[in-house]
């Protein structure tokens, strides 16, 4: 059963107590004895037929939407065609993400030609940006103060930063599981700005700024000037809106069951590699079909603890991962996709009871509601 997170207090000071606070119990050895096993099975080999079958796929697909945009000229069924595209790039990401995790090609240096190829040239986000944001994370799964993911960012992960909250930003806070997915289709906007913030902005040297740059330039050329030059202006906007708010909702819907609602480790906490990956992480039930949909990311304990796994060879190394949590008595999540969105919501929801009026009591409402009605 997934782990819950302690209950939110409304009154005094939020102060939220973290995971981790009293360090876990350490576990001798059990990552790298489960890392043996896994190589001894070959589970770190590549598979490039299945991703040349991937991309090929994508890339079938990308030719037909291109094709039905062309054949449907004037029309409002184009938005069917944005939402496909939506779903495509997105696949495209999830390729991008395997990529970055040196799982698809032999060698470093092509992987990272490949994941910034299609991050930048097909997706159309900063690689540079996301490969720093994401390699912090996968270094500190929800530990605050060095998870990027768990950084306020309209939405507030934790109650500190639920407390802080002013202005409209609070009154989102307020309920914000249930506006949680509705926000996700700015998401993608979101990703495309950041991205771009990032490489026109950082005074630092960034590897292959100016090419990711043009990659992106290059991508709006054949991607949005098409759509505008043979679209009538509203409908070129409404395209673009729907493009954008398919592949922000499916990536956040992807990316969020994986660690939301799970523990929230404390800044200092001292934690084994395996405790630490494991503990953090929440797996999604379903098989091959979930596969296909995430793009392997259901199998995000495993993936956690072994970063350059590729896709198919997940599923075989969680039984493994299972039977040593089983042995060793460390909290193995797995629930299903609709169980997971409404753990992240009613995690959300109740992190963001800090941002209410301390005053406001939830049952001194309904007290008051019980009053009137009698």
């Known amino acids: 059963m997934p782990v819950s997170s302690p209950p939110v207090s409304v009154l005094g000071p939020v102060r939220q107590t973290y995971a ?3 360090s876990f119990p350490p576990i001798a050895r ?53 939402g496909a595209f939506g779903i495509l790039f997105t696949q495209a990401a999830f390729l991008a993400h395997e990529a970055a995790h040196r799982q698809i090609l032999r060698t470093g240096p092509g992987n990272d030609r490949l994941a910034r190829i299609l991050a930048c040239g097909v997706v ?34 934790l109650e500190e930063d639920a407390a802080e909250a002013r202005g409209i930003r609070r009154l989102i806070t307020q309920h914000q599981g249930w506006f949680f997915f ?21 005074r630092e040297k960034i590897p292959g700024r100016f090419l990711e740059l043009g990659l992106i330039a290059l991508r709006l050329a054949v991607f949005i000037v098409p759509v505008f030059l043979f679209l009538p202006l509203g409908m070129a906007f409404a395209f673009i809106g729907v493009q954008m708010a398919v592949f922000g909702v499916y990536m956040g819907a992807s990316f969020a069951p994986n660690h939301k609602g799970m ?31 995430m793009g392997g990311l259901n199998y995000q304990v495993e993936h956690h603890l072994f970063p ?32 997971s969105y409404a753990i992240v919501i009613d995690y959300l929801n109740r992190v963001g009871l800090a941002a209410r009026d301390p005053f406001d009591c939830p049952s001194r409402t309904e007290l008051r509601r019980a009053s009137a009605a009698a």
């Not at 509705?182 to 950082?202: A, I, Q, R, S, W």
């Not at 395996?274 to 039930?285: P, W």
């Not at 997940?314 to 996709?337: D, F, K, N």
Request: charged fraction near 15%; glycine fraction near 10%.
């Open 20 to 22: 981790g606070e009293a």
């Open 30 to 82: 059990a990552y790298t004895q489960v890392s043996q096993v896994v190589k001894e099975l070959g589970l770190l080999r590549r598979t490039p037929w299945f991703y040349a079958m991937v991309g090929g796929a994508i890339l079938l697909g990308m030719a037909g939407c291109v094709a039905g945009f062309i054949l449907l000229g004037d029309s409002w069924f184009q938005l069917l065609i944005a």
């Open 124 to 157: 159309g986000i900063s690689y540079s940006w996301w490969d720093s944001k994401h390699s912090r994370h996968h270094a500190n799964p929800n530990r605050v103060g060095k998870d990027p993911d768990i950084e306020v960012d309209t939405i507030s992960f």
């Open 182 to 202: 509705p926000l996700l289709t700015l998401e993608g906007l979101n990703l495309h700005y950041l991205g771009v913030k990032h490489l026109v902005t950082t």
């Open 263 to 293: 523990p929230v480790i404390a800044p200092n906490a001292r934690l084994d590699f395996f405790s630490k990956q494991v503990r953090t992480s929440r797996n999604i039930g379903g098989g091959w079909w979930a596969t296909w949909l």
């Open 308 to 339: 350059s796994m590729a896709r198919p060879h997940l599923s075989h190394a969680r039984a493994i991962v299972r039977e040593q949590c089983r042995t060793l008595g460390v909290p193995y999540t797995e629930t299903s996709l609709w169980r």
